[in-house]
């Protein structure tokens, strides 16, 4: 079968950059979700066929024409200790080249053993493959980059953990799968040039806008920390925690990458976290931009010999480009923070006014989405938070900010209803599909919720369950990475 437009430039790397390997047919495949949508984007055009057909190949029983299968080597500081890695579990089919020219990988995720599993079994199970394609769709439309979700296919076998799993297949569409770490796994190995090649095939790929300087290392560096800068805020906007943010789970080009335990945030607290395994909160919503700048600390210790010959020198320009992420990440999360209040301009009060916001959100543990979506619709809740006096201040001076702009609040909440979502994939809804289809097959709560989430900004009737906060959010709420 074909319907992609493969290339496998990544295979023009030197060969210790990656292994071929081949998915491992399963049982009995079956096609839990197709996203026609996202495969019309792509312009994937497989001939007629039947849907056995598709899930075969997208359990990799059956090959692509086009593609030839690798898994990649990296590197990562996980929780801090750095190992020896690579797609352990997951599978390059090939790079598709839409008809427009734009290059995505097409990836499958637990398709079985691969030279790098170490002691994993390869296999994915189906909750953990149903919360990717939830949460990924899900920030699609809320418009922060990532790596999108095309599949999900059953396999008909179990996945062994503590205890026993359905086993299924993501299909995964990425602008690339080059990690942070796969720069530290360039650096570790040190052989056939391979930094700095792996370095220009990243520049060429995914910064051509630095291919021609002199500095070009050094702008690389600059324009991977400001993309990053830039993500971070992003998430921190709509109250998304990655839950494992390891430099193997950064991905170079910006977008978010490998949803295990990742979870949105109900009540606004910094320290929220959910991942099992995060037993000290390094990677809490409030954590996440220090991470994110220790991560690129680490990337940008792997370019150190292409950033120049004198070591001295290079560690310069390294601290100085790393230096400038908190002040970047302050500019990209007040202009969102002044979105978020329909603010048009700037003013030295803006940090301040935010900052007072969240702390009452705080201290009355007000859930961040419908606080922000109920200042831009007008509406009321039954917060506390709206009826302490502290907050009825905050609110005479954000119009009276709104006012010095020549806003009124009317038309600021038009502005901020395309900006504050009403819909986020909510860990009770996310729940909700899940358990449907782990326990009986039932897709129909996950068909209805990746609908909903489509339209984030939309106040329909038939979305007004998936708009609502949960009626008491579970302090113990757990996630899990699902390996
Ligand atoms: P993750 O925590 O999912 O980002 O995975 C970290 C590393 O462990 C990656 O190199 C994965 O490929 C690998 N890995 C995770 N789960 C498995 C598994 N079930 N079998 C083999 N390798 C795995
Ligand atoms: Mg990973």
């Not at 075969?56 to 898994?71: Q, R, V, Y």
């Not at 021609?212 to 830039?230: H, P």
């Not at 358990?435 to 209805?448: D, P, Y």
Request: a negative charge.
């Amino acid at each position: 079968m074909n319907g992609w437009n493969f290339q496998n430039s990544y295979s023009s790397l030197p060969a210790h950059f990656y292994q071929r390997a081949l998915p491992t047919p399963v049982r009995d495949p079956r096609m839990v979700f197709f996203n026609a949508s996202l495969a019309d984007a792509l312009g994937f055009s497989p001939e007629p066929s039947s849907p056995a057909i598709l899930a075969s190949h997208f359990a990799g029983n059956s090959i692509f024409n086009g593609s030839e299968p690798i898994a990649q080597a990296y590197a990562g500081h996980q929780f801090a200790h750095f190992t020896m890695l690579g797609d352990g579990r997951a599978i390059l089919l090939g790079e598709h080249l839409t008809p427009s020219g734009e290059r995505f990988d097409v990836q499958l995720k637990g398709s079985g053993p691969t030279p790098y599993s170490r002691r994993g079994d390869g296999r994915a199970a189906l909750g953990p493959m149903i919360r990717e394609l939830i949460i990924s769709e899900g920030m699609h439309a809320l418009g922060i980059p990532t790596t999108r979700s095309l599949a999900v296919v059953s396999t008909g076998e179990p996945v062994y953990r503590d205890h026993s799993l359905q086993g299924a297949i993501l299909t995964r569409i990425a602008r690339s799968h080059i990690r942070v770490g796969t720069f530290q796994f360039a650096a570790a190995t040190q052989r056939d040039d391979g930094l700095k090649k792996l370095a220009d095939y990243t520049i060429d790929r995914h910064y051509p806008e630095c291919i021609s300087a002199t500095t070009r290392y050094r702008d690389f560096l600059n324009a991977v920390i400001d993309r990053q800068a830039k993500l971070v805020s992003q998430w921190m906007m709509v109250g998304f925690i990655h839950g494992v943010m390891n430099t193997d789970n950064m991905s170079i080009c910006g977008e978010t990458i490998d949803y295990g335990p990742c979870a949105f945030m109900d009540q606004y607290h910094p320290d929220t976290v959910f991942s099992s395994i995060d037993h000290h909160g390094r990677y809490a919503y409030g954590n996440q931009p220090v991470i994110a700048q220790w991560n690129l600390a680490r990337f940008s210790e792997t370019l150190l010999p292409l950033l120049s010959e004198d070591r001295g020198a290079a560690l310069t320009i390294a601290k100085e480009a790393i230096d400038r992420f908190p002040a970047s990440f302050l500019g990209y999360w007040l202009q969102g923070m002044r979105s978020k209040l329909g603010l048009e301009t700037e003013n030295p009060g803006d940090l301040d006014l935010s900052n007072r916001l969240l702390s009452l959100m705080l201290k009355h543990e007000a859930d961040y989405t419908y606080t922000f979506r109920t200042l831009s619709n007008g509406g009321s809740t039954d917060s506390p938070l709206f009826t302490d006096a502290e907050f009825i201040k905050w609110k005479q001076d954000w119009n009276q900010r709104l006012a010095e702009e020549g806003s009124t609040l009317e038309s600021a909440q038009v502005r901020m209803l395309s900006l504050n979502p009403a819909v986020i994939p909510r860990n009770h809804l996310v729940e909700e599909a899940l358990l449907a289809a782990n326990e009986s097959g039932n897709l129909s709560a996950l068909e209805k919720l990746l609908e909903a989430l489509k339209n984030p900004y939309a106040e329909t009737e038939v979305n007004v369950r998936y708009r609502e906060p949960p009626t008491r959010t579970d302090p113990d709420y757990r996630t899990f990475c699902g390996t």
